[in-house]
C-alpha cells in the first residue's frame, strides 16, 4: 500500500468574547500520528489558520478517518480543506 503526503488548511471558529488558541490546538493536533508538520498562519483582519502536512495510507476511508480525528481534537475546529495532495 502506498502513502499519500496531504496539506491541509485548518480554520478554527471564533468563540465569544475572545479568541481562539491558536497554538494549543496545533499542538494538540501535531500530537497525531500521521502529521508531519504544523505551523499557524495568518487568515484576514486578525484570523489565522493552521497549517497540517500529514501522511497517510492509500485507501477507501482513510483520509476522511484523518479529517475525522482533527475535528475531534478540539470543539472550535471548523472547515477541514486539502490544499495539496500528492503520493509518496
Do not use: A, Y
Given at each position: 500500500m502506498?502513502?499519500?503526503v496531504v496539506k491541509y488548511k485548518v480554520t478554527l471558529d471564533q468563540p465569544e468574547g475572545g479568541s481562539p488558541n491558536y497554538?494549543?490546538?496545533a499542538k494538540m493536533?501535531?500530537?497525531l500520528k500521521?502529521?508531519?508538520e504544523v505551523e499557524v498562519k495568518p487568515l484576514a483582519f486578525g484570523m489565522m489558520y493552521i497549517e497540517v502536512q500529514a501522511?497517510?495510507?492509500e485507501g477507501e476511508g482513510i483520509v476522511d478517518g484523518?479529517?475525522?480525528e482533527v475535528r475531534a481534537v478540539d470543539e472550535l475546529v471548523g472547515q477541514i480543506e486539502a490544499l495539496e495532495?500528492?503520493?509518496l
Open positions: 502506498g502513502h499519500v497554538e494549543g490546538i493536533i501535531s500530537d500521521e502529521v508531519q501522511v497517510l495510507g484523518f479529517e475525522d495532495m500528492g503520493r
